[in-house]
């Protein structure tokens, strides 16, 4: 039996300590948001956030997990309304969509850190994650109107 937060609601669990976070969060608990890419932690679809930082769920262990706060693509916001959510669907940004809770949870890191990132912080934050479509313009662009907001908002 394990304890996890996730969104800020506490499981208690019975599953294997071993088992990889991505599929605690999808089969044991019903959030679907997260994907499943690859499952070596090479293609980022499957990030999510543990205590504010980026992990790839699909290796890490459910066991790292207790006494920690995890938040997944359905708990980045109440109503999709992060600033990251809005500017992507402003600017159309999925094709197919399957990467985008990934990439959207990787660049949540990357705009509480850095408020103004420039091209170059946005490829670096964004580098480990792949989008088969090719939209990484519009993630990049995605990301520039998200920071934006989040600026207008805070003045």
């Not at 039996?1 to 969104?7: E, G, T, W």
């Not at 769920?57 to 997944?72: E, F, L, N, P, Y």
């Not at 705009?111 to 091209?119: C, F, I, S």
Request: charged residues 20%.
């Amino acid at each position: 039996m394990i304890n996890l937060n996730i969104n800020n609601k506490n499981y208690e669990l019975e599953v294997d300590p071993d088992t990889p976070l991505l599929w605690v969060l999808r089969d044991t608990i019903q959030l679907v948001g997260t994907k499943y890419g690859c499952g070596v932690a090479q293609c980022g679809a499957c990030v999510v956030h543990l205590n504010g930082e980026a992990v790839r769920s699909c290796v890490t262990k459910a066991s790292r997990a207790v006494g920690q706060k995890v938040v997944t693509i359905e708990g980045l916001s109440e109503n999709n309304d992060h600033p990251l959510q809005k500017a992507w669907t402003e600017l159309d940004v999925p094709q197919c969509g399957y990467c985008q809770s990934g990439q959207i949870m990787s660049a949540a890191v990357l705009l509480r850190e850095n408020k103004n990132p420039t091209d170059q912080d946005i490829y670096n934050a964004m580098e480990g994650n792949i989008c088969r479509c090719g939209t990484y313009l519009r993630i990049q662009n995605a990301i520039k109107l998200a920071a934006e907001m989040q600026r207008n908002e805070s003045k």
